[in-house]
């Protein structure tokens, strides 16, 4: 029997590749359950697989399409560079689990009115819309060939084998082949046939392959169609009043022109030998002028998701409904383009993008990221032998996907480094189909690309990108012709905003500078969808997996973990915040011009599909008026001035303007009153800041505080709880209606209400962003070097210069340090209500001269306070009602909000930091039998309200590892650091860190 498996070819015996298209030809799915046994080498179950005579009653059965990993069989593997295989290409290890399959089936009986000639007498096609990694193919004893390159079609011509009945297909499937080593994607490792499988009747002389070219003149409005096939045939378009045959070029006046805002498709028919083809088309011109990406004439700015396949129990095996659930999902968070990373999809995912509209950079089925770890030695783009397979890969892609309108650039691959196969890709694709242009970031000369294009560059990078003013890359001659040329390219940031755990920050900040340089054409976050995949626990408890749960070496550990959705397709807070940063509407209010100004974001429509509706609150309680803005027409990055509604301010309290673009009438992604965009704005003068926050705010901070998160619990102190005692020490310290520790100068008692606390705070759970990627941006791991994580605390003096004052004097810091902080607590009893006001200043070395001057910031800067458990649900007004941070909180509406403490949690699949809350001005704890604890800032504050400490939160491995302590753990904080996007990104911009000075914040309890 032959191996292919180690042949670096390929494939063997295949169909030319060709467009993938529906048609009212008989089709026989051939998914279904497969007869399936797994071996541990490539030699399977050795050479009598493809004998119809053998006997595989006692076989298990296994669904196709799926993944073996994931149906019970072996394991699934996750990496992110590594191979998990030895560099010796094209082998592989003796190892190699391999799936054979085998299906037994019929043909139909039935076929369709007026088909001409039947199965099997025509001729008949064998298609697997994706096989991973090598599949070798025989049917009823034949073989027919083999085919690598795992996302993409492959065919096989079977006419005059398939029989009426009785037919035998059998496929043996090696997880690792020669095309593993193209397919280092930062993915699973999911071997399997996980795309569907078919029999498709061909008509005799009928078409087999056709392409469109359905182009856009902005100049007069025309459009100008070309259908050109294998076979002759007829082209009509009923709604245009088209009957041409194929291969005739016709120029139609008026049409309207596709594009991911309006996705304008003409449903049209192409006939030929008794099949009717659906044949959808959609007018629109790609093209790079001036040194910019325009689309139908006009320049556009993509504000995109790069977008893995993904199902946490099917894998990359996605049905439609999914496909669905995702595109809906993207349009209604202001998502409008997708980079298929880093693999061509399923075809149907790019079918529903021309019908939803969204922009698709399609991106070749080639990676190569592993031979980082060989110097690049042996990198098989520079590798003559792997010239074919490459080559192969991205005519597969081309033909396959060159129809698509919403198609609108060929991506090279991803990460594989330079070679002169990139050459020979971008020659065949340039001559095959030049109304597309082609990207490809990983060559520094960027010679096959028509874009400059980059990875995770900080702001500052991004900043001189869009002024043309960036360094050239390494290896790259400044002034020379590549630097030159690329200066001149227009910029897509094919990934940015790494959305790994709790975060991106700076996402606004992003979007600021992408919307203000005409160089760029938009940016793709990485990415959409966490890689979780379902698993139990011993206790049967349902959990996401990560690279790190599975016992096998390398793993990428939680590295697939990074998207904007979690597994189960929950939007992360993140999203909202994406959602909000890449609104296509700018809406601002002018308070001294009185206007709104109204800008139209969309590139290519206006704003006529939209209504814009506003509304005020006093404090978060909604006021009298409202009603609708009249925007007057205006087009696509235009802005327009209406005059500001005539708003009664209250004397008393704040008074909010809310102004929302909603969707005037349903689409087929969200109903009609769906929020595309919104404001807000505060009308009045502002509250006047009390002396306590007139200190310098920490970089990035204002009056307002920064941002906040959980508590640290557990943290040892002189005194002991007093929460569920009375006071220790000979009584307590009674100051007005309020009781304090006699040691520790801690309160104990707020009118009946037992507290514990303050203590002062600077620590949060880390982030998957503080942890940053490796030795790089690592500022957990600088935090825990230097104790912050393990504070301790000790009270000086308590001293009382009236009965309704009391001021507590005391240091906290970690043991082996000097560094710390010196508070001050002054309480002062005030018309019933007890005002808190909280002095910090730093002391000893907090750059670390002993340990290679290691100089930290603390994460947080706050107090935390202890309550008891029966307290359930929190009101508050400020930003809400999701999280928010210092970097990430535009998504979060200035208003009053309530939820119970069990919701304010986010479950990230790896417990870290989460439900901060900034710019709070008061909230309000309750709970049954328990007095209502009031806060008030002064003016603002971050709050965090947990039912586990900071330590429990950090130590947790999962979700359901967090469990009630039986306290509230409460944060009121002067703020706490940003998110930014470290696990894979430049550094926190030190506006969003908070510095080590003195601090002072002030607040106000009442219950």
Same mark, same amino acid.
């Given at each position: 029997?032959?191996?292919?498996?180690?042949?670096?070819?390929?494939?063997?015996? #295949?169909?030319?590749?060709?467009?993938?298209?529906?048609?009212?030809?008989?089709?026989?799915?051939?998914?279904?359950?497969?007869?399936?046994?797994?071996?541990?080498?490539?030699?399977?179950?050795? +050479?009598?697989?493809?004998?119809?005579?053998?006997?595989?009653?006692?076989?298990?059965?296994?669904?196709?399409?799926?993944?073996?990993?994931?149906?019970?069989?072996?394991?699934?593997?996750?990496? !992110?560079?590594?191979?998990?295989?030895?560099?010796?290409?094209?082998?592989?290890?003796?190892?190699?689990?391999?799936?054979?399959?085998?299906?037994?089936?019929?043909?139909?009986?039935?076929?369709?009115?007026?088909?001409?000639?039947?199965?099997?007498?025509?001729?008949?096609?064998?298609?697997?819309?994706?096989?991973?990694?090598?599949?070798?193919?025989?049917?009823?004893?034949?073989?027919?060939?083999?085919?690598?390159?795992?996302?993409?079609?492959?065919?096989?011509?079977?006419?005059?084998?398939?029989?009426?009945?009785?037919?035998?297909?059998?496929?043996?499937?090696?997880?690792? %082949?020669?095309?593993?080593?193209?397919?280092?994607?930062?993915?699973?490792?999911?071997?399997?046939?996980?795309?569907?499988?078919?029999?498709?009747?061909?008509? %005799?002389?009928?078409?087999?392959?056709?392409?469109?070219?359905?182009?856009?003149?902005?100049?007069?409005?025309?459009?100008?169609?070309?259908?050109?096939?294998?076979?002759?045939?007829?082209?009509?378009?009923?709604?245009?009043?088209?009957?041409?045959?194929?291969?005739?070029?016709?120029?139609?006046?008026?049409?309207? +022109?596709?594009?991911?805002?309006?996705?304008?498709?003409?449903?049209?028919?192409?006939?030929?030998?008794?099949?009717?083809?659906?044949?959808?088309?959609?007018?629109?011109?790609?093209?790079?002028?001036?040194?910019?990406?325009?689309?139908?004439?006009?320049?556009?700015?993509?504000?995109?998701? !790069?977008?893995?396949?993904?199902?946490?129990?099917?894998?990359?095996?996605?049905?439609?409904?999914?496909?669905?659930?995702?595109?809906?999902?993207?349009?209604?968070?202001?998502?409008?383009?997708?980079?298929?990373?880093?693999?061509?999809?399923?075809?149907?995912?790019?079918?529903?993008?021309?019908?939803?509209?969204?922009?698709?950079?399609?991106?070749? =089925?080639?990676?190569?990221?592993?031979?980082?770890?060989?110097?690049?030695?042996?990198? +098989?783009?520079?590798?003559?032998?792997?010239?074919?397979?490459?080559?192969?890969?991205?005519?597969?892609?081309?033909?396959?996907?060159?129809?698509?309108?919403?198609?609108? $650039?060929?991506?090279?691959?991803?990460?594989?480094?330079?070679?002169?196969?990139?050459?020979?890709?971008?020659?065949?694709?340039?001559?095959?189909?030049?109304?597309?242009?082609?990207?490809?970031?990983?060559?520094?000369?960027?010679?096959?690309?028509?874009?400059?294009?980059?990875?995770?560059?900080?702001?500052?990078?991004?900043?001189? $990108?869009?002024?043309?003013?960036?360094?050239?890359?390494?290896?790259? @001659?400044?002034?020379?012709?590549?630097?030159?040329?690329?200066?001149?390219?227009?910029?897509?940031?094919?990934?940015?905003?790494?959305?790994?755990?709790?975060?991106?920050?700076?996402?606004?900040?992003?979007?600021?500078?992408?919307? %203000?340089?005409?160089?760029?054409?938009?940016?793709?976050?990485?990415?959409?969808?966490?890689?979780?995949?379902?698993?139990?626990?011993?206790?049967?408890?349902?959990?996401?997996?990560?690279?790190?749960?599975?016992?096998?070496?390398?793993?990428?550990? #939680?590295?697939?973990?990074?998207?904007?959705?979690?597994?189960?397709?929950?939007?992360?807070?993140?999203?909202?915040?994406?959602?909000?940063?890449?609104?296509?509407?700018?809406?601002?209010?002018?308070?001294?011009?009185?206007? @709104?100004?109204?800008?139209?974001?969309?590139?290519?429509?206006?704003?006529?599909?939209?209504?814009?509706?506003?509304?005020?609150? @006093?404090?978060?309680?909604?006021?009298?008026?409202?009603?609708?803005?009249?925007?007057?027409?205006?087009?696509?990055?235009?802005?327009?001035?209406?005059?500001?509604?005539?708003?009664? @301010?209250?004397?008393?309290?704040?008074?909010?303007?809310?102004?929302?673009?909603?969707?005037?009438?349903?689409?087929?992604?969200?109903?009609?009153?769906?929020?595309?965009?919104?404001?807000?704005?505060?009308?009045? +003068?502002?509250?006047?800041?009390?002396?306590?926050?007139?200190?310098?705010?920490?970089?990035?901070?204002?009056?307002?505080?920064?941002?906040?998160?959980?508590?640290?619990?557990?943290?040892?102190?002189?005194?002991?709880?007093?929460?569920?005692?009375?006071?220790?020490?000979?009584?307590?310290?009674?100051?007005?209606?309020?009781?304090?520790?006699?040691?520790?100068?801690?309160?104990?008692?707020?009118?009946?209400?037992?507290?514990?606390?303050?203590?002062?705070?600077?620590?949060?759970?880390?982030?998957?962003?503080?942890?940053?990627?490796?030795?790089?941006?690592?500022?957990?791991?600088?935090?825990?070097?230097?104790?912050?994580?393990?504070?301790?605390?000790?009270?000086?003096?308590?001293?009382?210069?009236?009965?309704?004052?009391?001021?507590?004097?005391?240091? %906290?810091?970690?043991?082996?340090?000097?560094?710390?902080?010196?508070?001050?607590?002054?309480?002062?009893?005030?018309?019933?209500?007890?005002?808190?006001?909280?002095?910090?200043?730093?002391?000893?070395?907090?750059?670390?001269?002993?340990?290679?001057?290691?100089?930290?910031?603390?994460?947080?800067?706050?107090?935390?306070?202890?309550?008891?458990?029966?307290?359930?649900?929190?009101?508050?007004?400020?930003?809400?009602?999701?999280?928010?941070?210092?970097?990430?909180?535009?998504?979060?509406?200035?208003?009053?909000?309530?939820?119970?403490?069990?919701?304010?949690?986010?479950?990230?699949?790896?417990?870290?930091?989460?439900?901060?809350?900034?710019?709070?001005?008061?909230?309000?704890?309750?709970?049954?039998?328990?007095?209502?604890?009031?806060?008030?800032?002064?003016?603002?504050?971050?709050?965090?309200?947990?039912?586990?400490?900071?330590?429990?939160?950090?130590?947790?491995?999962?979700?359901?590892?967090?469990? =009630?302590?039986?306290?509230?753990?409460?944060?009121?904080?002067?703020?706490?650091?940003?998110?930014?996007?470290?696990?894979?990104?430049?550094?926190?911009?030190?506006?969003?860190?908070?510095?080590?000075?003195?601090?002072?914040?002030?607040?106000?309890?009442?219950?």
């Amino acid at each position: 029997m032959v191996d292919f498996h180690e042949d670096p070819g390929p494939g063997s015996g #295949r169909r030319a590749p060709r467009a993938d298209f529906l048609s009212d030809a008989p089709r026989l799915s051939l998914n279904g359950r497969w007869r399936f046994r797994l071996s541990g080498t490539a030699e399977g179950t050795g +050479p009598s697989l493809p004998d119809p005579a053998l006997d595989d009653t006692g076989w298990e059965t296994i669904r196709v399409p799926s993944h073996w990993v994931l149906e019970g069989h072996d394991r699934p593997l996750y990496t !992110n560079t590594a191979y998990p295989f030895p560099i010796d290409p094209p082998h592989l290890p003796e190892g190699n689990p391999t799936g054979d399959y085998r299906l037994r089936f019929d043909l139909p009986v039935d076929l369709p009115v007026g088909w001409p000639v039947g199965w099997p007498g025509g001729r008949a096609v064998l298609r697997f819309q994706g096989v991973d990694s090598c599949g070798t193919v025989w049917l009823n004893g034949s073989l027919l060939g083999h085919s690598k390159g795992s996302r993409l079609p492959f065919e096989f011509e079977v006419t005059g084998l398939v029989r009426p009945r009785g037919n035998l297909l059998a496929v043996r499937v090696h997880r690792w %082949s020669s095309g593993s080593y193209l397919e280092d994607q930062d993915m699973w490792w999911l071997p399997g046939i996980f795309r569907d499988v078919e029999l498709l009747a061909r008509p %005799s002389g009928g078409i087999d392959d056709f392409t469109v070219r359905a182009s856009y003149d902005a100049s007069d409005g025309s459009g100008t169609l070309l259908v050109t096939a294998d076979a002759p045939g007829l082209v009509e378009i009923p709604e245009l009043g088209l009957a041409v045959a194929t291969g005739e070029e016709v120029t139609v006046p008026g049409v309207e +022109p596709w594009s991911a805002e309006r996705p304008r498709l003409y449903r049209g028919t192409l006939t030929a030998a008794g099949e009717t083809i659906d044949l959808p088309i959609g007018f629109r011109t790609v093209e790079i002028a001036g040194g910019r990406l325009l689309i139908n004439g006009r320049p556009v700015l993509f504000r995109g998701v !790069n977008r893995h396949e993904h199902h946490p129990e099917r894998g990359r095996a996605l049905d439609r409904d999914t496909m669905i659930r995702d595109i809906v999902l993207m349009k209604r968070h202001n998502v409008n383009a997708v980079r298929t990373a880093h693999y061509p999809p399923h075809p149907e995912f790019l079918r529903l993008c021309d019908e939803y509209g969204l922009w698709v950079v399609d991106e070749c =089925d080639i990676e190569t990221h592993g031979f980082i770890y060989a110097g690049w030695e042996g990198n +098989p783009p520079a590798e003559p032998m792997w010239r074919d397979a490459l080559l192969d890969r991205a005519r597969r892609m081309v033909e396959r996907d060159k129809n698509h309108p919403s198609v609108v $650039i060929w991506s090279l691959g991803n990460e594989s480094g330079s070679g002169p196969a990139f050459g020979d890709i971008e020659r065949w694709i340039r001559a095959r189909d030049p109304g597309r242009p082609l990207h490809y970031e990983r060559d520094p000369s960027y010679r096959h690309s028509d874009f400059h294009s980059l990875m995770y560059p900080s702001l500052d990078d991004l900043e001189r $990108i869009g002024r043309r003013e960036e360094d050239p890359p390494d290896g790259v @001659v400044p002034e020379s012709a590549d630097d030159v040329r690329r200066r001149g390219l227009p910029f897509l940031l094919c990934e940015y905003v790494h959305a790994m755990g709790n975060g991106p920050g700076s996402l606004a900040d992003y979007q600021a500078i992408l919307e %203000s340089y005409e160089r760029f054409c938009g940016a793709f976050v990485w990415e959409w969808i966490d890689h979780g995949l379902t698993g139990h626990d011993a206790q049967g408890r349902p959990y996401f997996r990560h690279g790190g749960d599975i016992d096998h070496q390398p793993n990428g550990g #939680r590295y697939c973990l990074d998207g904007l959705l979690f597994p189960d397709r929950t939007p992360s807070p993140g999203l909202a915040e994406l959602r909000k940063a890449i609104e296509p509407v700018g809406i601002a209010v002018d308070v001294g011009a009185g206007e @709104v100004v109204v800008a139209n974001k969309h590139d290519l429509i206006d704003l006529g599909h939209l209504e814009f509706r506003w509304w005020v609150e @006093v404090d978060g309680v909604p006021a009298s008026e409202g009603g609708v803005l009249r925007v007057p027409g205006c087009g696509p990055r235009e802005t327009v001035r209406v005059p500001l509604p005539a708003v009664a @301010v209250a004397a008393d309290g704040e008074t909010w303007i809310t102004i929302e673009a909603v969707l005037a009438t349903a689409t087929g992604w969200a109903p009609a009153g769906h929020v595309v965009a919104f404001t807000q704005s505060r009308l009045g +003068p502002p509250t006047p800041s009390p002396t306590a926050l007139a200190a310098p705010q920490p970089a990035g901070g204002t009056a307002d505080g920064l941002a906040g998160g959980p508590l640290p619990g557990g943290i040892a102190s002189d005194a002991a709880s007093a929460v569920g005692r009375a006071p220790g020490g000979g009584g307590g310290v009674r100051v007005g209606g309020a009781v304090f520790d006699r040691r520790s100068g801690r309160l104990v008692r707020l009118h009946g209400v037992e507290v514990d606390g303050p203590v002062l705070d600077v620590w949060r759970a880390p982030t998957e962003n503080d942890r940053g990627q490796g030795p790089r941006n690592a500022l957990a791991a600088d935090w825990e070097a230097v104790g912050l994580d393990r504070f301790l605390h000790r009270t000086g003096a308590l001293e009382s210069p009236d009965d309704r004052t009391l001021v507590v004097r005391g240091r %906290s810091g970690p043991a082996t340090r000097t560094l710390g902080f010196r508070t001050t607590y002054t309480w002062q009893w005030r018309d019933g209500a007890l005002h808190l006001r909280i002095e910090a200043e730093p002391v000893g070395d907090w750059h670390d001269t002993a340990y290679g001057h290691l100089s930290v910031s603390p994460p947080r800067m706050g107090a935390r306070f202890a309550l008891p458990g029966g307290y359930t649900d929190v009101t508050w007004f400020g930003r809400g009602p999701g999280e928010s941070y210092a970097d990430s909180r535009d998504a979060a509406r200035v208003g009053r909000f309530a939820r119970a403490i069990d919701a304010l949690q986010t479950p990230y699949v790896v417990p870290q930091e989460n439900g901060n809350h900034v710019e709070t001005r008061w909230l309000e704890l309750s709970g049954p039998g328990l007095p209502t604890l009031r806060v008030d800032g002064e003016p603002h504050l971050d709050f965090t309200a947990r039912r586990w400490t900071s330590e429990a939160l950090q130590a947790a491995g999962r979700p359901h590892d967090l469990r =009630d302590s039986g306290r509230v753990w409460l944060n009121l904080d002067h703020g706490q650091q940003g998110l930014g996007s470290a696990s894979c990104g430049p550094a926190l911009p030190e506006r969003y860190r908070l510095p080590v000075r003195r601090y002072s914040w002030s607040m106000t309890l009442t219950a």
